[in-house]
């Protein structure tokens, strides 16, 4: 069973930096493309950043030039560099990637969500 499990969500004060990872775990052909999301209280989830198996990268405006991402292939992990966090970047941030697993086909696959709280 394929599984995307994160770590290194918390809390900090504006202006400071946390990193986010997430691994993927199972019976695992290849990972195409992986990203992070993230959901604010009363809001829709939305897209952060993403990164393809290639390493082209796509960020949000709101969080270019303070976030990066990155992934090992070979550790099937993905990465998310946060910097200069603002206090509107208080979300619950989720690992997304689309996953060729043993059994079926292509899919996306969800991380359970790690909790970011930037204080002011």
């Known amino acids: 069973q394929v599984q995307l499990v994160e770590s290194g969500g918390g809390s900090v004060q504006a202006g400071g930096s946390l990193r986010l990872s997430c691994a993927a775990s199972g019976s695992i052909i290849s990972i195409d493309d992986m990203g992070w999301y993230r959901q604010a209280p009363g809001k829709l989830r939305e897209p952060v950043a993403a990164?393809?198996?290639?390493?082209?990268?796509n960020y949000a405006d709101s969080v270019k030039g303070r976030f990066a991402i990155s992934r090992d292939n070979v550790k099937k992990t993905v990465y998310l560099q946060m910097n200069s966090l603002k206090p509107e970047d208080t979300a619950v941030y989720f690992c997304?990637?689309?996953?060729?697993?043993?059994?079926?086909?292509?899919?996306?696959?969800w991380g359970q969500g790690t909790q970011v709280t930037v204080s002011s």
């Open positions: 997304n990637a689309d996953i060729l697993p043993t059994i079926g086909g292509h899919r996306d696959y």
């Open positions: 990164i393809t198996s290639g390493g082209t990268r």
